[in-house]
Each structure stands twice: as structure tokens, then as C-alpha cells.
């Protein structure tokens, strides 16, 4: 895993969140309160001139009460053959267990942030929450985007400048 600058970051981003999808990490690795979900739906960009990665958590998942209660979170993309565990870690809740007990992944300290990433990541980038929002349904433009909520449970989106982003030969610029 190299340091990568923002100027020498490669990816298809869109397949990147759409298909190879991150696990977002919240907590503090040093006193082990923490918790992982996979996630499929979120951007980079910028934003007040810093490089920003965009998250949306339902309030129903147990990583939002981390991301709450906490200053940073990472995102790790993982080579394909991790792709069942980020399965798992995206169906199963870590308020029942030790999901990350049952996967292939372990857990370890960024460079950066107090939030842990994992070590068989390829990809991590750390960021430091800026800005959050719920999404207001009476702001939908489209009605198709309700359909993404018969529970009524809307994301609340979170702004987190990128502090540090690591990753192997793969996302560099060549
Ligand atoms: C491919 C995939 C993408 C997901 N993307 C999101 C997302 O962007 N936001 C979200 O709130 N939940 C998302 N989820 C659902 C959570 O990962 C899932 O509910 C998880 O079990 C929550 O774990 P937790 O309760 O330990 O936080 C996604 C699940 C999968 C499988």
C-alpha cells in the first residue's frame, strides 16, 4: 500500500461504489469502538475547495450510531475475493455479533484518523466528517426516489473531507 495524492488517484469511480462497493468504518480503533457496513451509495468530489468523500447512513443502522458519535470514518475497497464478506457485513447488523469475526477481514489503525480500516484493503481513504443532512422527502423531484424508502427510515448524508487516501499500484495514475 502506497500514499496516494488526490492529483495521482485513478478509478472508475462508478464502478468502484456501484460494483466493487466500500465497507465505511466508524469509531476509534485504540479504545475498539467501532463498527463496519458495507456500502454502495456515495461520491468523491470537491467541496469548499477540499477533497470529499459523500456517505448516507439510515438512522436504523448501528454504524450511524458510530458515525454520530464519532469525528472520522474510512472507506476500504477490497479485491473480488472479499466480495462475500462485504455480503455479510452489509445484511448483517454488528448490534447481534462479531460480524467481522465471521469474515476474512481484520480490522487495523489508519495513518491518519482515529477510525480503524482493514487490512486486506486495497483502497483506504480516511476522512473527517464536515457537513451532515437528512435527505426531506418533500424535496424529492422524482417520485422513484420514495421507492427507496417504504420504511420511511431517509438516509442522513455526511460530508467528510479526505485527509489521507492509501491503495495499491491499481489507483495510481500511470
Ligand atoms: C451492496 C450494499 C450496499 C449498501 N449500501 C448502503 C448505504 O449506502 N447506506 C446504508 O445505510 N446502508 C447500506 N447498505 C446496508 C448496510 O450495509 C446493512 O444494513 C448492514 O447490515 C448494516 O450494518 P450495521 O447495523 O452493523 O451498521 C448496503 C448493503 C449492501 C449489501
Not at 465505511?24 to 469502538?33: C, K, R, V
Not at 455479533?97 to 480516511?126: G, H, M
Request: aromatic fraction near 16%; proline fraction near 3%.
Amino acid at each position: 500500500m502506497k500514499s496516494i495524492s488526490f492529483e495521482q488517484f485513478n478509478s472508475n469511480i462508478f464502478e468502484l461504489w456501484d460494483k466493487q462497493w466500500f465497507l465505511l468504518t466508524s469509531g476509534d480503533f485504540a479504545s475498539g469502538q467501532y463498527n463496519t457496513m458495507t456500502v454502495s451509495w456515495g461520491f468523491f468530489g470537491i467541496m469548499w475547495n477540499k477533497p470529499m468523500a459523500v456517505v448516507v447512513v439510515r438512522p436504523v443502522r448501528h454504524t450511524f450510531a458510530f458515525i454520530e458519535k464519532y469525528d472520522t470514518f474510512t472507506l476500504s475497497a477490497f479485491p473480488d475475493k472479499y466480495h462475500n464478506d462485504l455480503k455479510l457485513l452489509g445484511t448483517k447488523s454488528g448490534r447481534d455479533s462479531d460480524k467481522i469475526a465471521e469474515t476474512d477481514l481484520r480490522i487495523c489503525a489508519s495513518q491518519k484518523i482515529a477510525a480503524p480500516a482493514f487490512e486486506q484493503a486495497e483502497l483506504r481513504v480516511e476522512c473527517k466528517k464536515m457537513y451532515w443532512d437528512d435527505f426531506k422527502p418533500e424535496r424529492f423531484l422524482d417520485a422513484d426516489i420514495e421507492k427507496n424508502y417504504p420504511r420511511k427510515d431517509y438516509h442522513r448524508i455526511y460530508y467528510g473531507e479526505i485527509l489521507h487516501i492509501s491503495g495499491t499500484e491499481k489507483y495510481l495514475v500511470k
